[in-house]
Structures are given as structure tokens and as C-alpha cells.
């Protein structure tokens, strides 16, 4: 049977793809000063805000972030497609992670490939990652219906004015879950990457 929350989740991963991150031919590949690189986040990234009035990345986050050695610095006040990149990367770990542990993962790459004249860069990295994310999307999408066809399934003994309530709430607990174990993987991996840097 077809419910008011089932044609709402079903909403919600439709608008997945349209979540997918910026793409790299849509980054600037001029130098923008702060109040661009402001302005080019919110126009591109408006999808994912919770509410009309949030922010998606301020004037004091991107100083934060140059201060705390997660971005490098700008150069003449003006940030590159590269420094773009590396805020974009920020902006999708920043609502999961710590910013030590973001640091703990984005300093080696930046010392590595940022503003390098190599034949691999951060350009090369921000496009492969982009890609890869891009095609995990079904995938992501498929695994969350699943998740929610077995949070329709519980509490079958509730009564029904309390089964449609506590469907939501096994769905949500379950991506929650889902998410926690994801982050337990996440954090062991940078500590035992951080440990073997050292």
C-alpha cells in the first residue's frame, strides 16, 4: 500500500542526482576573490541546504580553514581552481567528520598535489573522485530503498495509527546506524593512515 511517506522518500531519492557534487568543468579556472568563491558555492551547492537561510561557506569559514592549515593560503587574496577544489572537498567531509580529522586527510594531498607542475595533480584527483561519486549514486539510492522496504516491514504487531510513525522511525534509526558504522570505518581508517605517516 502506497502511504504518504512512501511517495515522500521515493521524492527524496529522486532529487539525489541532483546532489551529486560540482562537477569540474563548472570551477572557475580564474583566480576569485572571497566574495566569488562565496557566491559560486551558494549558487552551486543551494541544493543541499537544509534551510533557504543556511549558509553553505563563509567569509570566516574560509578563513578558519586557510588559518587551520586545511586550505593553503591565498594568493593576492584570490583563490585558484585548485584552492576551489580542496574547499569543495571540506564542504562534503566538514558535516561528518572533525576538522582535525579533515586536516589528517587533505594535508597530504594538498603537500602533494596542490599548484604542482606534475603530471598529477589536485585537478586530476577532484575529477576522479567526482567521477566515482557520480556512479555510486544508484547504487546509494538502491541501498537506502532497501533500508526503508525493511523499515516498512517492522513493528508488524503495532497497531496501525502507530505502525506509520514507528515506520519513520526505524528508517531514520537505521540510517543513522548506517552512517555511524560508516563513520567508525572512516575514522579508524585516517587514525591508522595518520599513525603510519608519522
Not at 80 to 85: L, P, Y
Not at 135 to 162: G, L
Request: net charge negative; hydrophobic share 40%; glycine share 2%.
Amino acid at each position: 500500500m502506497n502511504t504518504e511517506i512512501d511517495a515522500l522518500v521515493s521524492a527524496i531519492l529522486d532529487q539525489l542526482p541532483n546532489m551529486a557534487p560540482i562537477r569540474p568543468d563548472e570551477i572557475p579556472n580564474i583566480d576569485l576573490y572571497m566574495d566569488q568563491v562565496t557566491s559560486f558555492m551558494d549558487e552551486h551547492l543551494q541544493t543541499s541546504r537544509r534551510y533557504e537561510k543556511d549558509k553553505i561557506l563563509t567569509k570566516t569559514m574560509i578563513n578558519n580553514y586557510a588559518k587551520n592549515k586545511l586550505l593553503p593560503p591565498p594568493v593576492k587574496k584570490r583563490y585558484s581552481k585548485e584552492h576551489m577544489m580542496v574547499l569543495i572537498f571540506i564542504y562534503y567531509m566538514k558535516g561528518i567528520l572533525s576538522l582535525d580529522d579533515i586536516k589528517a586527510i587533505l594535508t597530504p594531498v594538498t603537500e602533494r598535489f596542490f599548484q604542482k607542475d606534475d603530471a598529477f595533480d589536485i585537478d586530476d584527483i577532484y575529477s576522479e573522485i567526482h567521477t566515482l561519486g557520480k556512479e555510486q549514486i544508484d547504487a546509494i539510492k538502491n541501498d537506502i530503498r532497501e533500508t526503508y522496504h525493511t523499515a516498512a516491514a517492522s513493528f508488524p504487531e503495532a497497531q496501525e495509527s502507530d505502525r506509520e510513525f514507528l515506520k519513520v522511525f526505524s528508517f531514520i534509526s537505521l540510517l543513522c546506524f548506517d552512517i555511524y558504522l560508516r563513520k567508525q570505518v572512516i575514522e579508524k581508517l585516517i587514525d591508522s593512515w595518520t599513525k603510519n605517516e608519522k
